[in-house]
């Protein structure tokens, strides 16, 4: 029956990085429902109930097949009352209520919006929201809001950066990239990080790792890169940020902070002529610019370092969250961009490779498209 009894679940992991997950979703009818309730969380600042809810869209987005019946996610982790309460609804009713009255508050939609520019994080967007605001056209006929580079640039391409960026766009940027950063070093490593790593169609922008094969020599690369693609004319923002990484520091255990390294958060412009498929295609008329905005995201970490940078930019970030979790909680060991640390042997354990270090934690190897928790 639709009912799989609770044994074909029972060996599932509450920790993500003891799941498959690829990009194929048999459960998004709960998982988007899960998401913006974890949304909403987020802007009430209620992190408790934040976490649950993506833990639980994680658990669900991991099965093998579609939730039919509440007798067929017995056993499972990470499903809360409340998670429940949900799927129920759902499953009785198609839709969910709690949900529905969450779309249609104002202080929702108008974080929503806010968040949704480029540079606006929850903070900016609740001040904003307390000064009365609630469209875009508002703040930017406010004439006591003060934006910063980053929002101006936010605003500025706000259409193009908020449409989703293709597999093939993202590979068009790749090529660019690559060309760029091989004219300035022949033996830099490249890779493709983020979302596209892990095999999705879309992303909100693309994401890459960048190194250099000997120690030291990464430091003037990233800004060699910067200044060859404004060359190029194709640099329309860039905010970078230099290296703040300190050897002598042991990994954090807060997974919200931010890494270290030498990085930067651009937005390039793509001719859609460089585009596979979008060659000599009929655009539409009203789009007849040819080109786009994108969102990049380049870091550049010391080679030694590389393995950690790689799989915590490849993500997911319940992925990497997990990862960090089981590390302190099952490992005593702490786990996060630059480096993994066993407390136990008070050292820290060297990786070249993503396998180094599932296999320092005692993991078996889940590769990067099965990393979409
Ligand atoms: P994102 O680009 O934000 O996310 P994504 O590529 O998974 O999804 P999207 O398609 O929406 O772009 O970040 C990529 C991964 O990098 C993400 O899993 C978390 C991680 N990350 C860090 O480790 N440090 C950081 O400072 C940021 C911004 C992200
Ligand atoms: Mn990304
Ligand atoms: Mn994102
Ligand atoms: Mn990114």
Redesign the pocket.
């Known amino acids: 029956t639709d009912c799989s009894p609770p044994n074909a679940v029972a060996n599932v992991s509450q920790y993500a990085c003891q799941r498959r997950t690829t990009t194929e979703n048999h459960n998004k009818i709960f998982t988007d429902v899960m998401e913006e309730l974890a949304e909403s969380s987020e802007f009430n600042e209620s992190k408790g109930p934040c976490l649950a809810f993506r833990q639980a869209a994680s658990v669900l987005k991991s099965l093998p097949s579609a939730v039919h019946c509440l007798e067929a996610i017995q056993g499972l982790p990470c499903l809360g009352e409340h998670t429940k309460a949900v799927m129920e609804e759902i499953l009785t009713f198609g839709r969910s209520f709690k949900v529905e009255e969450i779309r249609c508050d104002e202080r929702y939609q108008a974080l929503k919006l806010f968040t949704s520019v480029f540079g606006v994080g929850p903070k900016t967007a609740e001040k904003w929201y307390r000064r009365g605001l609630r469209s875009l056209k508002e703040i930017l006929t406010e004439p006591n809001i003060q934006l910063n580079r980053m929002q101006r640039a936010g605003f500025l391409y706000y259409s193009d950066i908020s449409k989703a960026v293709s597999k093939a766009e993202a590979k068009a940027l790749g090529c660019i990239i690559e060309e760029t950063v091989h004219w300035i070093a022949p033996d830099a490593i490249l890779a493709l990080?983020?979302?596209?790593r892990?095999g999705?169609e879309?992303?909100?922008?693309v994401?890459f790792l960048l190194t250099m094969p000997e120690m030291g020599k990464e430091e003037g690369l990233l800004l060699h890169v910067i200044d060859r693609l404004r060359d190029q004319g194709i640099l329309l923002y860039c905010e970078y940020q230099g290296s703040t990484f300190d050897v002598s520091k042991l990994p954090s255990c807060r997974f919200e902070d931010?890494?270290s390294f030498q990085?930067c958060f651009l937005i390039l412009r793509l001719e859609q002529g460089q585009v596979e498929g979008e060659r000599g295609l009929q655009r539409d008329p009203g789009d007849s610019r040819g080109w786009r905005a994108v969102r990049v995201?380049l870091v550049a970490p010391p080679v030694d370092r590389y393995a950690f940078a790689l799989l915590?930019?490849?993500?997911?970030?319940q992925?990497?969250r997990d990862l960090r979790t089981f590390a302190q909680k099952e490992r005593q060991m702490l786990l996060d961009?630059h480096a993994l640390y066993d407390k136990t042997k008070k050292l820290c354990l060297p990786a070249t490779t993503e396998k180094d270090i599932f296999a320092h934690l005692g993991l078996e190897y889940v590769e990067p498209w099965q990393r979409n928790a």
């Not at 990080?193 to 596209?196: H, I, L, P, S």
């Not at 879309?202 to 922008?205: A, M, N, R």
Request: charged share 35%; net charge neutral.
């Open positions: 990080t983020g979302g596209f892990r999705k879309y992303g909100h922008d994401d931010m890494d990085k995201d915590g930019w490849t993500g997911s970030r992925f990497g961009n």
